[in-house]
């Protein structure tokens, strides 16, 4: 009968991990097409973006260097191997960005805090994709 009940909770064991990694790539896959689309917005600067930008307090010509440290971040996000310096990469980009709408007075839960809500989900994501992760991180 033991031999039975290891089955079975080593099946479920797989079944969790499997299903965490599921929402784990929901979360990256979404994440990434907005980092993605935002890349593409600096790189072919439409009006709108060049005048987001101007409110913030930049200039046009910084957009395409803005565009490239994140298309820079996206990128060492999207390779496994790279992907926590990704992480961490970005994270440190966002918290710039909470930073940049903050002294631009943007308001708090819309703009200022979108840059810390992108951050909690790409470490979301990453906890949820990577066990090893999960266990130095959290314990588990």
Do not use: C
């Amino acid at each position: 009968m033991t031999a039975d009940v290891a089955p079975a909770t080593a099946e479920s064991a797989a079944q969790g991990r499997s299903k965490s990694w599921i929402a784990g790539m929901v979360i990256t896959v979404l994440v990434w097409a907005f980092l993605v689309f935002d890349v593409v917005g600096k790189l072919t600067k439409p009006q709108a973006v060049i005048d987001g930008t101007l409110k913030l307090g930049f200039q046009e010509k910084h957009i395409l260097v803005i565009g490239l440290v994140l298309l820079a971040g996206v990128v060492l996000w999207t390779i496994p191997r790279t992907a926590v310096i990704g992480a961490i990469y970005l994270t440190g980009y966002l918290g710039g960005a909470v930073a940049i709408n903050l002294r631009a007075e943007q308001p708090i839960a819309g703009f200022v805090l979108s840059g810390a809500y992108v951050g909690v989900l790409i470490w979301v994501a990453m906890i949820l994709r990577r066990p090893d992760l999960r266990r130095a991180i959290l314990g588990r």
